[in-house]
């Protein structure tokens, strides 16, 4: 589970074996947050390799958990609303963002990882997938992490990432030499996995940022397009008060930490949206947009109660990013469809499986029911 264990406390007097080392905690992180891109969407097909074959390879890693993602397995559900401050309305003609609008929001908060019985880390990367229920039927999901770029640009880079990074059975740990050869073809994972490396590691899902890493694209009532890239920020204080200590006897403390917070008083997120200019990479989630661009604080998420997965509710939702009210489109960025198609794959294969208790299922159902 602790995927960025190695990056979070490289030395930079390491020799460059080491560093080589450090970096392959990165291909684990792709494997983590994007989980079964690999084995979806077809791109992954030619020759022998099949997207069975690679969904066997995740499974293999990780184990047998029937019923769980493959990612992002270990999860809490959650619900509340989001409440618009109507400034969205300039950008885009999304329902949702009219002035005064309440929407009702459920969703889930998640760690990056196949296995879901594993104790939490405080250096894991964390998520949080909403789906936002408007009227007449139209939904938006969106699933955010908390890094500030993504590992890869492609999916292709993905896919030889993800062989670069294949564990040696001799070893359990990935060629050096491969590694060096995938990041010398791939500058912009160097780069990206430099940012990931210095981002800061809150003390737990409440006071963390979490961002949408693809582009997107508002529309407005004039047909106005604006690409975009939003982040929920949080407005609880931001601490980096590690739970290491506590986590020692409860395995489940970042979740358990979120349940006890929403039980006091609802979390509160801020929906930010940053407004892109022309020249602005659209279809390269490894490169951030300049920090001089303009934001919007287009409202609120407030989460009022949590419950542990089970039938019916967060469990049995596919967060698609490409689930998306008239207002919203997708971009350019090659990853979006990648993992819609996969998000499509992990969900059909799941939902014929046989189902075991939620593995925060010690987590106490706070406010009212899902």
């Known amino acids: 589970m602790s995927l960025l264990n190695d990056l979070a406390g490289a030395d930079p007097g390491l020799s460059p074996r080491s560093t080589y080392f450090r970096?392959?905690?990165?291909?684990?992180l792709?494997?983590?947050?994007?989980?079964?891109?690999?084995?979806?969407?077809?791109?992954?097909?030619?020759?022998d390799l099949i997207q069975a074959r690679i969904v066997d390879r995740f499974e293999q890693v990780n184990g047998p958990h029937p019923g769980f993602r493959r990612n992002h397995a270990k999860g809490l559900c959650l619900a509340g609303r989001f409440e618009s401050s109507g400034r969205g309305a300039r950008v885009s003609m999304a329902?949702?963002?009219?002035?005064?609008?309440?929407?009702p929001v459920t969703g889930r908060i998640a760690?990056?990882?196949?296995?879901?019985?594993?104790?939490?880390?405080?250096?894991?990367?964390?998520?949080?997938?909403?789906?936002?229920?408007l009227p007449d039927g139209e939904e938006w999901r969106t699933g955010n992490n908390d890094i500030p770029v993504f590992p890869v640009r492609t999916p292709e880079a993905f896919y030889a990432q993800l062989l670069a990074a294949k564990p040696d059975p001799a070893t359990g740990?990935?060629?050096?030499?491969?590694?060096?050869?995938?990041?010398?073809?791939?500058?912009?994972?160097?780069?990206?996995?430099?940012?990931i490396k210095a981002r800061t590691i809150t003390s737990g899902f409440a006071d963390d940022t979490f961002r949408s890493l693809n582009a997107f694209r508002f529309i407005a009532a004039?047909?106005?397009?604006?690409?975009?890239?939003?982040?929920?920020?949080?407005?609880?204080?931001?601490?980096?008060?590690?739970?290491?200590?506590?986590?020692r006897a409860d395995k489940n403390v970042l979740f358990d930490d979120f349940d006890s917070a929403v039980r006091r008083a609802p979390v509160h997120w801020r929906l930010v949206v940053t407004l892109g200019q022309p020249g602005d990479p659209t279809a390269d989630a490894t490169l951030p947009w300049p920090v001089e661009r303009r934001n919007l604080d287009i409202g609120t998420v407030i989460v009022a109660a949590t419950q542990p997965e089970a039938a019916g509710n967060c469990r049995d939702v596919n967060f698609d990013p490409l689930v998306l009210p008239a207002g919203i489109i997708g971009s350019d960025d090659p990853l979006l469809s990648a993992r819609s198609a996969a998000y499509s794959q992990s969900f059909t294969r799941r939902a014929g499986e046989p189902?075991?208790?939620s593995a925060v299922h010690d987590?106490?159902?706070s406010g009212a029911g899902l």
Request: without cysteine; aromatic residues 10%.
């Open 95 to 103: 329902s949702l963002f009219g002035a005064g609008r309440v929407t």
């Open 111 to 133: 760690l990056a990882g196949g296995q879901p019985y594993a104790a939490d880390a405080a250096t894991t990367v964390r998520s949080l997938a909403l789906r936002f229920h």
């Open 355 to 357: 189902k075991a208790p």
């Open 30 to 47: 792709v494997a983590g947050t994007t989980g079964a891109f690999a084995y979806a969407g077809g791109w992954l097909s030619p020759g």
């Open 23 to 28: 970096l392959a905690a990165i291909g684990v």
């Open 173 to 195: 740990k990935p060629d050096p030499e491969a590694l060096k050869a995938f990041f010398a073809a791939h500058p912009e994972s160097a780069k990206a996995a430099a940012l």
């Open 363 to 365: 987590t106490s159902a």
């Open 222 to 247: 004039d047909g106005t397009r604006t690409p975009i890239r939003w982040a929920f920020v949080p407005e609880q204080a931001a601490s980096v008060e590690s739970p290491a200590e506590r986590a």
